[in-house]
């Protein structure tokens, strides 16, 4: 395996709390927790045995670059204190600095707020057999990978490591959360999808979709969490290639989705080696998109 890789963080010096597909969280403590982005790759539900070269480093800057772009419109999960304030062990320490960040505690909701620009994926299954997606009445007439006439808001439920994501009504929402916050977490996740999608798009890639995560601090102030803006949180195409009526390739681990499709495999439990040159390329796309959107 490469040196350069990281398939779990395995700090010692810290209380491990969960161990995510591609994150392993860690206790520091009462007011921060540690999350550590590996390089672990995640494809039909099922965590890889082979990692992605560098790709936590690169989701990491991805999501800092966007956290700081964020600001202005809501509060983030980054912490003020330092990484050998939170892990005093060096050895632990430089095993995962580039791939670390410290966060505050908070009381993460237990949704997902997706945002589609793009009539594509689960959107565009439903979109063929109902005219809808999520529930939400689309103009007839739209082809696969159309732009959408705005911005729709599809919240989820969150599964447990192993379970699909459950779409859910922007009125099942409101029951699970209640009304007020959950017009708060779609109002903000709406608008911080156009921003983020007029600035891609003036680096030539379309963001056809996206999933934000948000927490509550204690005074109830909703925060946003997790990553943000990644290739494995959003669906980012080419303005080049991209063209309605097909899919467009994307920056992720499409490449790899697609190798494992040539397989005879069930797409469960235990997940097979993939070949170093696919995840190679798939690092190579992640870095595209990194170097795109913040040089």
Request: charge should be negative; proline fraction near 6%; glycine fraction near 6%.
């Amino acid at each position: 395996m490469n040196p350069k890789t990281l398939l779990k963080a395995d700090i010692q010096s810290l209380k491990l709390l969960h161990r995510g597909k591609v994150r392993d969280m860690y206790a520091i403590d009462e007011q921060h927790l540690l999350i550590v982005t590996t390089d672990r790759l995640s494809a039909f539900d099922v965590v890889l045995p082979t990692p992605v070269p560098g790709k936590g480093e690169i989701l990491n800057q991805v999501s800092d670059f966007w956290f700081k772009k964020m600001a202005h419109l809501i509060p983030n999960q980054t912490a003020e204190l330092s990484l050998e304030q939170a892990i005093p062990d060096a050895e632990d320490r430089d095993r995962v600095r580039s791939r670390a960040l410290v966060v505050k505690r908070l009381k993460p909701l237990p949704i997902e707020a997706i945002v589609r620009g793009y009539l594509i994926g689960s959107g565009w299954k439903e979109y063929q057999q109902q005219g809808s997606v999520c529930g939400i009445d689309l103009p007839q007439g739209l082809g696969l990978a159309d732009k959408l006439p705005e911005p729709i808001f599809t919240p989820s439920t969150k599964a447990d490591i192993g379970a699909h994501d459950e779409n859910i009504s922007f009125e099942k929402m409101c029951d699970v959360i209640g009304e007020d916050l959950a017009t708060q977490v779609r109002d903000i996740s709406l608008t911080m999808y156009q921003e983020a999608a007029a600035y891609a798009l003036e680096r030539d890639i379309i963001i056809a979709d996206t999933k934000f995560e948000f927490g509550l601090d204690e005074h109830g102030t909703l925060t946003l969490i997790d990553e943000v803006l990644t290739p494995d949180s959003s669906r980012f195409w080419d303005v080049k290639t991209y063209q309605p009526g097909v899919s467009p390739p994307s920056f992720d681990k499409q490449i790899v989705r697609d190798w494992l499709e040539t397989l005879d495999w069930d797409k469960t439990e235990p997940g097979p080696e993939v070949d170093d040159t696919i995840m190679q390329k798939t690092a190579d796309k992640y870095r595209e998109a990194l170097e795109r959107l913040t040089h």
